[in-house]
Each structure stands twice: as structure tokens, then as C-alpha cells.
């Protein structure tokens, strides 16, 4: 059984969730934010971001920074501005949760084509390195700091038909992996790849459109576990993947 969390366990901390409009990105936005974070939340649409920190605000809870950013074409000099935009105006960063991924169907090889792979490996493996290693100064003066990556299933265990992204997504392993010996210097910083497995997401609606939802595990069921990686409790630990199924008995 997962353990639950005091409402001010993140209390002072500032954490990035990218992906923050919808599925696992929002959820975790408002979870975070339930347990006392200020979020930075970063997303595409101006439209959702706006829609995500109104919830926040109307909910009483520390007033979220929302900062649009297209990750499938931001440039390296854009996430370094990214960064000293959240040090103008939070001072700090405690954490990030990269949630956001690019999904096109489901396709034998043979139908894949040079741009499919490129765009997914694009955010779902680039964009979490470049942004992470922008952050990495912010993250490095935190008193405890949390990377969070949330994988996928068969970036794990490859399936036919998953190419292009159970491959962008089996990269995320390796990067925590190197991610986490590098900075076993920073004692207080870590890196985790969080995997869900099958949740009531909008990708999982796209990539399982015939499952019925009872046969997924709930977002709020996967919350508490998201908690843990992201906060105190999980301290010390790092280069952990962990694979969740939150689905009903």
C-alpha cells in the first residue's frame, strides 16, 4: 500500500511539470500543487495552461507559474531562457516531472516513416535531456532535488507495431541511468523513471481505443507513487526504474 502525504509535503518547493494540460501532466500539477508546491507548468497550448492554473488559483493553492513552450521545436538557447525564467520568478527549483509525449499510431516498421521518429524521439527523449540540463544549475542549489521521467510500458518490454515510440521512450531508461551516475557527486539530486502502466490517459484512450476504462488503473490511483518520487521520502534513491499497474484486481 502506498503511503499518503501530509498537504504540506512539498510545502516551499517550486516543480516543473511539463505535459500540464491534460493526462498524467495535469493530474500531477494538481497534485503537486494540493501538497503545497508552487508548479511551473509547461505545455504547447496557451488555451490549456490558462484552463490548468485558474483550477489552481480557484482551489486556493500556491499560485502556479504557466509558461507556454513548443518542446518539438524549442532550441537549447529557449530552455536555458526557460530556466532563467523560472529563476526570475520562483528563485528556485526543487523538481521536475517530465510528463509530456508524442504518440502517432500504432504502425508496423515497414510504414514508418524518418519524421515519426525524429518528432517522438524529438520530445518524448530530447526534450527531457535538454531541459533537464538546462534546469541543472536551479536544481543543483535545491536542499533536495527530484528528476522525474514518466515512461511507457513498452519502452520496457518491446511489442511489434510500438517502433518509433517504445523506442524514444526506452531512451528515457538509459538516460536516467547516466543521469544518476553523473550525479552521484550532488547527493541531493536524483533522477527515477516513473512507468504507469495502463492508466486513464488520453494516450492510453489513443493507443487502446477498444479497452474499457475499468480494465486501466485511475490517475489518482498513481498520484501518491508520483508523490513519493518526487519528494522527501524517496531521498537517496536514484537510477530507479520503476514499473507500476495500478489496473483493478
Not at 148 to 174: D, I, N
Amino acid at each position: 500500500m502506498m503511503q499518503t502525504f501530509d498537504k504540506d509535503y512539498l510545502a516551499g518547493r517550486v516543480v516543473l511539470v511539463t505535459g500540464a494540460t491534460q493526462g498524467i501532466g495535469r493530474e500531477t500539477a494538481l497534485a503537486a500543487a494540493r501538497h503545497g508546491a508552487t508548479v511551473v507548468l509547461l505545455a504547447r497550448s496557451v488555451k490549456g495552461l490558462e484552463k490548468v492554473y485558474d483550477e489552481i488559483v480557484a482551489a486556493g493553492l500556491p499560485e502556479p507559474l504557466a509558461i507556454p513552450l513548443d518542446l518539438l521545436k524549442a532550441s537549447d538557447d529557449e530552455f536555458n531562457t526557460l530556466a532563467f525564467q523560472i529563476k526570475q520568478a520562483v528563485g528556485r527549483l526543487d523538481g521536475i516531472v517530465h510528463c509530456a509525449s508524442h504518440f502517432y499510431a500504432l504502425s508496423p516498421l515497414v510504414d514508418q516513416r524518418i519524421d515519426e521518429w525524429m518528432n517522438q524521439y524529438r520530445i518524448n527523449t530530447v526534450a527531457p535531456f535538454a531541459l533537464t540540463r538546462a534546469c541543472l544549475p536551479l536544481l543543483k542549489q535545491a536542499a533536495d532535488a527530484s528528476v522525474v521521467f514518466v515512461g511507457e510500458t513498452h519502452g520496457q518490454r518491446p511489442g511489434p507495431f510500438w517502433g518509433a515510440f517504445g523506442a524514444s521512450k526506452a531512451g528515457l531508461g538509459y538516460l536516467v541511468k547516466v543521469a544518476a551516475n553523473e550525479w552521484d557527486v550532488w547527493p541531493q539530486l536524483r533522477a527515477n523513471l516513473l512507468v504507469p502502466g495502463p492508466v486513464n490517459s488520453p494516450q492510453r484512450t489513443r493507443t487502446h481505443p477498444g479497452e474499457a476504462k475499468s480494465e486501466r488503473g485511475e490517475l489518482a490511483a498513481l498520484m501518491p507513487h508520483m508523490l513519493y518520487w518526487l519528494g522527501q521520502a524517496s531521498a537517496g534513491r536514484s537510477g530507479e526504474i520503476i514499473e507500476l499497474d495500478l489496473r483493478p484486481s
